[in-house]
């Protein structure tokens, strides 16, 4: 018979599987890490509105200022 019966039987499989441990590793550097003292205030400023987790305009340009970030990134934490 002329079939080729290596492919997917555990054979030469390791290139495939590095390649999804890179594509894996570049979508998790893609998820950006705050800088610690940033979460800290932005954790502290939510813990202090718990009742209503929204900052206004001015708080986000506040909050950008205080930590660093831009208020992109403050809208998406």
Sequence with gaps: DNFDNSVGSGGDNTGGEDDLDDNSKKRQ????????????????????HLTHPYPSEEQKKQLAQDTGLTILQVNNW
């Design 29 to 48: 550097k893609k998820r950006g890490i705050f800088p610690k003292v940033a979460t800290n205030i932005m954790r502290a400023w939510l813990f202090q």
